[in-house]
């Protein structure tokens, strides 16, 4: 299905970045990456919304609805059944979709995940069953609605949107066959199986507690009604914690979890259901010291001669120093740079001289900073002393980095020699 493509043609046609088109969505911008690129499909209420957002039916915005089938094929004033209403020159408060909207946008997905199996040779018996019994269900339910049944109508189109996920994923795995990030247990690898979709996204930091505020998500391929899950975050140097999950839309886990700035912590789902008393554990993926996302990266060489003259370390060269950064990498919007950054020169752990970089100003210095500095000096070392050159940065979040380039050391005897 050519969804993602359309979206995001759709989206550069009107000169919008992923960030406003998530703005006017209200979902994250890693929820339209995912869309575009085919990872994920929008949920039945944001299809019909980006149809009105961008002046599309649901069926041109699905391509099941033939190109020359256009506005201008019928009458001013009058409107093509199925056709969103023209985008406002000014954003309204969007109006919920109707019921008959949504069965009409679940109808599509079905005719386009049909579409998309034939082209790509992925039909199977079970497969073409399936979509048939969905299809079937869409049109009992349209025949059967009526204001007694409210209730029920709510619960099939909950159960329609998730198998809609489990046959979207089963799509991309066909096509694109993307290894797993991570080795699952035995017991975590059957379970994995229960989930249609989830995700792990950044939202905020905490420079003092060394935390990064995160927001988890999972929707099972089938909620039954008694259903509860709970996140399990693990870490090896300390006890896991359990965070319940709330429910939201009616099909998706969601919780908000204080992920630690280092090392590993692994998050996981559990979902009990209520009628069996089965407990299945879902991993949903390892962190790996995620506050490494929000530091500088720097490097520094040395380059030029030493010598050791008369009991001395003498310098006569230059220190390249660079410092890079990822902006945003993380989906939380901070730009952190270079404050100061120093050339310095220790004895026994007391500074005995520094030569200071002279910085850009913040909004000069890009995302890479390439400075050169000479050095040129010459410094008394006694026996037993130790002679360090190193490089001193600090960033704009007030973390502090030391790269040490070359290390001397006098023996008893007052040889200088270079030391690891």
């Not at 692994?266 to 979902?271: A, D, E, M, N």
Request: aromatic share 8%.
């Amino acid at each position: 299905m050519d969804l993602g493509r359309r979206i995001q043609e759709l989206r550069r046609g009107q000169r919008l970045s992923q960030e406003k088109l998530a703005e006017q969505m209200e979902v994250s911008r890693q929820a339209i990456s995912k869309w575009e690129s085919g990872a994920a499909i929008p949920e039945v209420d944001k299809l019909i919304q980006l149809a009105r957002f961008f002046g599309v039916t649901v069926d041109e915005l699905l391509g099941v609805r033939p190109p020359e089938v256009s506005r201008q094929s019928f009458p001013m004033g009058e409107q093509a059944p199925g056709l969103a209403p023209e985008p406002p020159e000014e954003m309204e408060t969007p109006r919920p979709p109707t019921q008959e909207e949504r069965l009409h946008a679940l109808e599509g997905m079905v005719a386009a995940l049909g579409e998309d199996r034939r082209r790509n040779g992925l039909r199977k018996k079970w497969v073409d069953a399936l979509l048939l019994a969905v299809t079937l269900a869409a049109l009992v339910f349209a025949a059967g609605f009526s204001v007694y049944h409210t209730r029920m109508t709510r619960w099939q189109l909950q159960n329609l949107q998730v198998d809609l996920e489990r046959l979207n994923v089963e799509v991309i795995n066909l096509k694109y066959k993307d290894p797993l990030l991570y080795d699952p247990a035995p017991g975590e690898e059957a379970a994995a199986g229960l989930l249609a979709d989830w995700d792990i996204s950044f939202q905020d930091y905490d420079l003092e507690q060394k935390t990064i505020s995160c927001r988890l998500f999972a929707t099972p391929k089938s909620l039954r009604e008694g259903m509860t899950g709970e996140f399990i975050l693990a870490r090896k140097d300390g006890p896991a914690v359990s965070l319940p999950a709330e429910v939201v839309a009616g099909a998706m886990f969601q919780a908000v979890a204080d992920i630690p700035w280092e090392g590993e912590t692994t998050v996981s789902l559990s979902l009990l259901d209520g009628e069996t008393g089965e407990r299945n554990l879902c991993l949903l993926g390892t962190l790996r010291s995620p506050g490494d996302n929000l530091r500088l990266h720097t490097t520094a060489l040395y380059s030029g001669s030493t010598s050791f003259p008369e009991g001395k370390v003498s310098f006569q060269g230059t220190v390249q120093w660079e410092c890079w950064y990822h902006s945003g990498e993380v989906g939380i919007p901070v730009k952190n740079y270079a404050v100061s950054a120093r050339a310095a020169v220790y004895i026994d752990g007391a500074e005995t001289e520094a030569f200071p970089f002279d910085l850009n100003g913040p909004e000069d210095q890009g995302n890479l900073l390439d400075l050169r500095l000479p050095l040129v000096g010459e410094y008394p070392l006694g026996p037993n002393q130790r002679l360090e050159l190193v490089v001193e940065t600090t960033d704009a979040l007030g973390q502090e980095y030391r790269e040490v380039l070359a290390a001397y050391a006098a023996g008893e005897n007052g040889i200088i020699d270079l030391v690891g």
